[in-house]
């Protein structure tokens, strides 16, 4: 595997997943893989969990880690060709990439969207640069328009937890005060519309997100109906794709509750993290047994090692 941007990127998703419970049981079974190798984590924007977990996926694998925070540590990059450099850019993307690539094995990279030139963003421009300028082996920390190495966590999370066959996924849309990426509800309607569950998308009219990401997947306005019988409730907020990036007024109250959870098959309730408590997801949730997210941010790790395993294979 020479990049882990999407499922597409996943010949197996099963084995896949596979893969990563068998690196949870034995973390450190392959160290002897990752040694004299080194992964370059180049962030262009804030992270807790996909940067301490893939260093420590990284780690469990052998592989030396080397993190950079390029928005606040590096030189102002210049993402455009054909520019004059004469403002305040500083270095272009072509030489910085290039550069990272001559110092390390494996290159991850996270570029958030800026949420105001959907084209822009939709073309995933900065990682589709680094890819293209790096010449090592690329995987997403999270990119404009999807997180992968959280959304296979998250179907790792969903097969260890699973109480039948094919449980019921429901992604369901929460209230936020500022816009956020399209990101994680793509990626996760994208692995799960993948994946052997029943996968249902409920969100208030005008959240529709690309159905390029949604294919497969079934779509409500209606929240109580969505949660009938779900074995999993995905909890996330998101911009609107048109208008793009917009903060959509809601009035009805989308605020996931225990109340609200009775009608489901006593569902798990998952979020990415981080969560803006009583805004996005209520704590009653968070605190009480329903809630699963710190397991799933836990096979952060396991999603990671699995994904890099991987890569260092094909080295
Ligand atoms: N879920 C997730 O990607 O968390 P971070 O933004 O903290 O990495």
New binding site residues.
Partial sequence: MKLFSSVNDVTDLNQMVQLALEQKKSPYAHQELGKNKTIGLVFLN??????MSTQKAALNLGMNVMVLNMDKEGWALELQDGVVMNGTTVEHIREAAAVLGQYCDIIGIRSFPGLKDRDEDYSEMVFNKFVKFCGVPVVSL?SATR?PL?SLADLVTIEELKTRPRPKVVLTWAPHVKALPQAVPNSFAEWMCKADVDFVITHPKGLELNTAFTQGATITHNQDEALQDADFVYVKNWSAYEPYGQVVEVSEDWLLTNDRLKITNDAKVMH???VRRDLELSSEILDGPSSVVVHEAGNRVWAAQAVLKTMLESL
Avoid at 46 to 51: F, K, N
Wanted: hydrophobic share 15%.
């Fill in positions: 804030p992270s807790l969990r996909t940067r999270e997180h959280q990415c993290l981080p």
